[in-house]
């Protein structure tokens, strides 16, 4: 079937935008996806601040890791680097040609088949195979018992190491790399002997409370674990919000930044 001219110019018009149409949802793809940030050098993260104990890497309360390289069940666990909830990474021998490292030095081990033994493997392999890389030094013992894998600088670390801490920084994955640390000296009132809200969730950078006056006839805001009214300047702090007009708060509490849900170790 022949086209006119008009015809061939309005087929091309549309190709052109269909095309225009498919970049953008591509690209749309590729950034919710990372993809674009990482070919730039620029891995997805999550700023914010974090509240805990700070403790050692082997500490017992987070460092969970048993290692066999295998174990009985010919499973390699290890713990060169561990799963970031403090348990080892599990291999198993499921497919031919699987190479797996294991152990302190890195050793390599080989799976000649599914469901064979796990063998010492002295083939050529990559540093970044044989090297293990721990990304992270020490933890946060959370109120609770959770436990957020940190990096930090070991000079600002060890002198805080025990203490109650707030650390500034950013989670990369789900790790939270720390640029700043500092004793936590956060005293939550709400409100204290002085009617001021002593908030310390979160506290400020440096560490102390955010405070706030009932100064203002109907202003609402948080501390602790609620919202507070101030229905007119020097009045009591109350957690009645209808006397500030409204049922429902004005002001949503900001929350501290926490580790991303990592799935239990399970055999790969």
């Known amino acids: 079937m022949a086209f006119s001219k008009k015809g061939k110019k309005s087929l091309f018009g549309f ?4 095309i ?3 970049v953008i949802i591509g690209g749309v793809y590729l950034f919710k996806k990372d993809y674009i940030l990482k070919f730039f050098g ?9 509240v805990g104990k700070l403790v ?3 500490n017992p309360a987070c460092y969970k890791c048993k290692e066999e390289c295998p174990g009985g069940d010919n499973v390699l666990r290890n713990c060169h680097p561990p799963e970031t909830d403090g348990t080892s990474q599990d291999s198993l021998c499921n497919e031919k040609g699987r190479i797996e490292s294991c152990g302190p030095r890195g050793q390599l081990y080989y799976c000649s088949a599914p469901g064979a033994k796990w063998t010492i493997y002295f083939g050529e392999a990559s540093d970044s195979q044989r090297t293990p890389v721990i990304a992270w030094n020490y933890w946060l013992l959370k109120e609770g018992g959770s436990c957020v894998p940190l990096q930090t600088n070991k000079s600002s670390a060890e002198p805080l190491l025990g203490m109650k801490v707030l650390a500034a920084g950013a989670f990369k994955g789900a790790i939270f790399y720390a640029s700043s640390l500092a004793k936590y000296n956060c005293k939550e009132e709400c409100p204290g002997a002085d009617n001021v809200l002593r908030n310390c969730h979160p506290p400020e950078a440096d560490g102390t409370s955010q405070d706030s006056l009932c100064n203002i006839s109907g202003r609402i805001e948080f501390c602790g674990t609620q919202n507070f009214c101030c229905p007119k300047p020097r009045a009591a702090w109350t957690t009645n919000l209808s006397l500030c007009g409204t049922p429902s708060p004005s002001r949503i509490p900001i929350p501290t930044a926490t580790s991303r ?8």
């Open 15 to 18: 190709v052109i935008v269909l």
């Open 261 to 268: 849900p990592t799935p239990s170790a399970i055999p790969r």
């Open 56 to 58: 050692a890497f082997n």
């Open 20 to 22: 225009g149409l498919l």
């Open 42 to 50: 620029r891995a997805s993260t999550s700023t914010g601040i974090q």
